[in-house]
């Protein structure tokens, strides 16, 4: 009795302890992430629901202003930029994730292919540029496409782009920025794929006399496709959400959503339409990650996509 | 013969490859030692642009800034980091879903997002309070809220591939937990320790666009400072600040190349 007591108190005593010990190790962290980003975006999700200050600040009536100017209702009626600027990023995001998969799915299968003690080297090659601050690539883009440059100057003469405009600013600069900015995290997933690539399934489908492509689409691509949606995942969501690259090589035509949001901070000084810009931005993400994660589940990658 | 010929565009595809990717970092190498301020043509070799930057006490100040900023956070997401990573491990078999949405958010949020939240907050704060101006401490705290998630799923992971009987002969060999901890824990998870410092080191120096919505006017850094040269019309100097930080990232490829061989 006494002994099944003790046992007992012994018991509650280290489930104390673990629970203080959770406690202790958890809790700077966690806290530091409530206090400084939890209660941050919620502080923002409120400014968008607030109405706009003479300074830019939110002030208290409870409004939908700011959604309202976010679809586009100004003082002037109704304008289509603002749907423009999130179609744009759509589009620009769908452009860049497709360019960086078409380039990155053979280099991620030839660098599987390559000698074992070179496949470190070049995967180090692929990841280093993107250790450079982005804005010192996109920098060196603007550099590359300006006016008067030889790849400019090889676009005129294909009668690409008028005389004397170069290839930045544009729309065409943007998508080539964000492929470049992420290939490296669609290479590395896609090769983490093709590296436990199951030979033995592209032999069979060639021992039943597959043609090229049906071996591909059947015993290659089902084994690629965790590395790839993740892939996508790693690239599309940061792409939609960018700012430096559609800010320095887009010019005033080529803004994406990310650059709406971020001149209601800044010059616009307009919270509470930036707050909403903001949570549509979030909204879209979510919504982006979750059909992945479907897309995932649906095609038989399953377990091993990573969000 | 058909296979050779795949080989062989492969190859080919690999090498273009590698050159759009370095193409734009040689034309910035490049250009920041042309003697001429054009941005088009080269004319001559010379190192005046370097001489200029050492006479320049904006942008002196935002080299120091820069590596305060990457020093301290990393080093208080570390500590933090690896509490946190710890306590995952050891009670992993809980559930600590919540705990992993809290971790994962930093990493999910859009930068954008997470810099004006920061903004908004940080300047209705100090209103409301008097206290953290945006300037340095604004952007070290910033900065360690997004380094965390980083540290504590390196160091996590890290504990995961350590044999668990472990824990329990360190638990028989020292009694008191912080001998455990300073003889055993510090010394086995040394190498998650030291990826996770360079990670988070990278990752500061790395940041722009929650840098620059958390930043005061005295505490820009080399990328806010470059920013806003490329933004008042392209100067040449920035072609020489950003060839050092182009230099440091080489610096920091060839040891993580050395690191690797020495480990296989």
Known sequence: MSNSNTLAVGRSQAMVREARHLLFTVTPGAAWIVLFLVLPSVYLMAVAFMTNGPYGLPQMPLSLESFKQLAGFGFLGWSPGNIYTLLRSLWQTFLATALVVIVAYPIAYYISTCRDKWRPLMLLAVVVPSWTNQVIRAFGWMNLLAPGTPLSGFAEMLGMIPPNMGLYPSNFAVTLGLAYNFLPFMVLPLYAAFEKLDTAQVEAAQDLYASPIKAFWHAVFPQTLPGLLAGVVLVAIPAFGMYVIPELLGGGKGLMLGNLVATQFSGGSNWPLGAAGAILMLIATFIGLFAMRRIGKRLGGGEEVVI | ?264
Request: aromatic share 14%.
């Open chain 2, 1 to 264: 013969m058909n296979k050779r010929a795949m080989r062989r565009g492969l190859t080919g595809f690999w090498w273009l490859t590698v050159v759009f990717l370095y193409l734009p970092l040689a034309v910035v190498v490049l250009f920041s030692f042309n003697a001429s301020n054009s941005a088009a043509r080269i004319t001559g070799f010379s190192l005046r642009w370097y001489h200029q930057l050492l006479g320049n006490e904006q942008i002196m100040s935002a080299f120091s800034n820069t590596l305060i900023l990457a020093v301290i956070s990393s080093l208080i997401a570390l500590v933090i980091g690896c509490m946190i990573g710890y306590g995952m491990y050891r009670h992993r078999h809980r559930k600590l879903g919540w705990l992993i949405i809290l971790i994962y958010l930093p990493i999910v949020l859009p930068d954008i997002v997470f810099g004006i939240s920061e903004m908004a907050f940080f300047v209705q704060f100090h209103r409301l309070t008097g206290m953290l101006q945006p300037g340095l401490t604004t952007m070290i705290i910033a900065h360690v809220t997004f380094q965390i998630p980083f540290v504590a799923l390196i160091i996590y992971s890290r504990f995961v591939g350590l044999d668990p009987s472990l824990f329990e002969a360190a638990k028989d060999l020292y009694a008191s937990p912080v001998k455990r901890v300073v003889h055993f824990m510090l010394p086995t998870i040394k190498p998650a320790l030291i990826s996770a410092f360079f990670l988070s080191f990278t990752l500061s120096v790395d940041d722009f666009v929650i840098s620059f919505f958390t930043s005061g006017p005295e505490s820009a850094t080399l990328p806010i400072y470059i920013w806003g040269a490329i933004k008042k019309g392209i100067s040449p100097e920035i072609n020489a600040i950003a060839t050092l930080m182009i230099s440091a990232v080489a610096l920091a490829a060839v040891f993580s190349l050395m690191f690797n061989r020495r480990r296989a």
